[in-house]
């Protein structure tokens, strides 16, 4: 086990969506956070003299390009951030001397298209990458293990699945679909929702849980080992739409954007959290009505 409180912890990325709602967490209550400071992690030696100045007990790796149509636009540069940038700050914190742990943040894309049969996934399952942000993540994922092997880092992998909640960027599929619901709610718009492919299913948990769910990681996760951080429920995205909806009180009609469509689109996915829940206690939390609910009322006071 390890303690966090009182402890400081270096977190990459901070200022994204997942780390300011880590930053925030009860379940990081007590602990020292350190960020790197206008420090592009590509930048080997400035990224040495900022590890060396926090000298941090242990690490959340968020820093990442993980956006999937840029990785296929830019496959050169997602892979210097997210692989040459991990093993940067993997030699940035050999040099200082770090003896804590460094919790990775991979993702549940690195699995790629998984046949229904093998549903719901489970870290077992080998990974085969359909984009090159997948890529790079399952790649950073090794050169993480072998330090933990070769070097005796002590390093726990997450791969956490969609995650959503209030400040994420409307881009993404939740709180694109709820602002258009709040801007027919209020008038703004005509009742038509314009949607890609509502009929597939992903495992949405809330993003409070997944940040207490690397406060867990970082505390009681096995050294070397993968953890999947999701929510074990199927949900469709017309099914999410259709509660965005209720909760409004508001009807609408659905248009389907065939240029939102994804090509070969996994249709199903749901992953299972028991390694997680067995090692580590964690199991999500907040309810899922709570999380649409705070999604609306943030994207009602964006307008």
Sequence with gaps: MH??????????????FVGRHLMASAA????EFATLQSVDIRDRPALEAEVASIRPDHVVHL???????????????TLEVNLMGT?????????????????????????????????????????????????SKLAAEQLCLQWHRSNRLDVVI????????????????????AAQVVAIARGRA????????IDVTRDFTDVRDIVSGYASLLGAGTPGRIYQLCSGVERSVRGILQQLLALKG????????????RPAEQRRMVADNTRVSRDTGWLPAV??????QDIIEEMESRT
Excluded: C, M
């Excluded at 005509?190 to 492919?197: E, K, L, M, R, T």
């Design 3 to 16: 303690e966090l409180s009182g402890r400081r912890i270096l977190v990459t990325g901070a200022s994204g």
């Design 28 to 31: 990081f209550a007590g602990v």
């Design 63 to 77: 820093a990442a390009q993980s956006f999937v149509p840029r990785s296929f636009e830019d496959p050169a540069g």
């Design 87 to 135: 093993l940067n700050l993997l030699q940035s914190l050999d040099k200082a001397g770090f003896s804590g742990r460094f919790l990775y943040v991979s993702s549940g894309d690195v699995y790629g298209a998984v046949d229904e049969s093998q549903l719901p996934v489970k870290e077992e399952l080998l990974p085969a990458p359909r984009n090159p942000y997948a890529v």
């Design 158 to 177: 997450a791969r956490p699945f969609n995650h959503v909640g209030p400040g994420q960027d409307s881009a993404f599929v939740v709180p694109a679909l």
């Design 190 to 197: 005509a009742p038509v929702i314009s949607a890609g492919d």
């Design 250 to 261: 508001v009807e609408a009609r659905i248009e389907q954007d065939p240029s939102k469509f």
């Design 287 to 292: 309810q899922w009505e709570t999380t649409l």
